[in-house]
């Protein structure tokens, strides 16, 4: 669990506070997105967890612990940190930067190399290809891959991204927000996790923190979010086409019924984003199913309700 409380950065000198009097928690295992326009503390927010800022007030809890009291470089060990483009130390070998934090913490040699493998492959770099290479030896996305393995490498209970997928487009992107997602799920990590792209938040965020000049504006679901923006700022932030963001959440499948339709079926994995896109481009007003079956377009605008 990560919990902050009244927590507020103000950098000397400046006029109003980076982050001001931010209360959140992210409860045990599950994930929170944080998001807003540049300059608004995400990043700011995020160091202030691992103290590599110090708050001017409020407190930081680490399932239940005051980060405060605890010594920093201590605390940073257990705290996993992914920052854009995975700032890999550029002289040493993917094995070497991920290899960081097991061996600050002391452990054996044998112990160290087994787990650097196992992170590695769960990232889908397989070692005997990726472990001896330089970080400048990779592409942009790779980078990132390594930068997460690395941030898992020491098993911390808590992680915090910062842009993690900046650096891969859209398409890997997505699949590579699928594989992470699904291992820190798997894991039970408690994630903090700074993004510029709404859709992104959406799918990484079990809840969805929206800061606005330093403050916290709303914190929901992100089904919620996209429905119940909670005032102008927000909405706008979100996108006029929220709404269609939101249809991206729900599986076709629960709209499953059993009209005609013609054509190729739409993968099992789709969701009723993904089947409005094939009823526009095929001009119909239904699309089949894998697996049987059919969505309307009467049954997506039920569904979109709010
Ligand atoms: N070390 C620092 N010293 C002084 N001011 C800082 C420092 N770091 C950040 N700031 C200021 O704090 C505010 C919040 O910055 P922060 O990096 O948290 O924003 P952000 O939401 O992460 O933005 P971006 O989306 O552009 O990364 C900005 O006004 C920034 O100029
Ligand atoms: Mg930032």
């Known amino acids: 669990m990560i919990r902050l409380e009244g927590l507020s950065k103000a950098w000397p000198g400046a006029a109003a506070p980076a982050v001001a009097d931010i209360t959140l928690e992210v409860p045990e295992g599950t994930s929170c997105a944080l998001i807003g326009p540049s300059g608004s503390g995400k990043t700011t927010t995020l160091r202030l967890v691992n103290r590599l800022v110090e708050p001017s007030a409020g407190r930081v809890l680490i399932a239940g612990q005051d980060a405060l009291r605890q010594d920093p470089v201590q605390l940073r060990r257990h705290i996993g940190y992914v920052i854009q483009e995975g700032g890999l130390f550029p002289h040493r070998s993917v094995a070497e930067n991920v290899a960081t934090v097991p061996r600050l913490l002391g452990w054996a040699e044998a112990r160290i190399q087994a787990r650097v493998a196992e992170v590695l492959e769960m990232m889908g770099l397989p070692p005997g290809q990726f472990a001896a290479r330089r970080p400048h030896q990779l592409s942009g996305g790779e980078r990132q891959r390594v930068g997460v393995a690395r941030a898992l490498a ?142 309307t377009l009467e049954a997506v605008l039920d569904l979109a309700a709010v």
């Open 154 to 295: 020491g098993d911390p209970p808590v992680l915090l991204m910062d842009e993690p997928f900046g650096a891969v487009d859209p398409v890997r992107r997505r699949q590579l927000q699928d594989e992470v997602l699904k291992l820190l799920r798997q894991l039970r990590k408690t994630v903090l996790v700074v993004t510029h792209d709404v859709a992104e938040a959406m799918r990484l965020g079990d809840a969805v923190a929206v800061l606005r000049d330093g403050r916290l504006v709303q914190h929901a679901p992100p089904e919620a979010l996209l429905a119940h923006p909670a005032n102008g700022f927000v909405a706008g932030f979100l996108g006029s086409d929220r709404a269609l963001t939101r249809l991206g959440l729900f599986p076709a499948k629960a709209a499953r019924g059993e009209a005609a339709a013609a054509g190729p079926p739409l993968p099992a994995e789709a969701t009723l984003r993904d089947a409005l896109a094939e009823m526009l481009a095929r001009g119909t007003r239904a699309v089949p199913l894998a697996g049987g079956g059919a969505v």
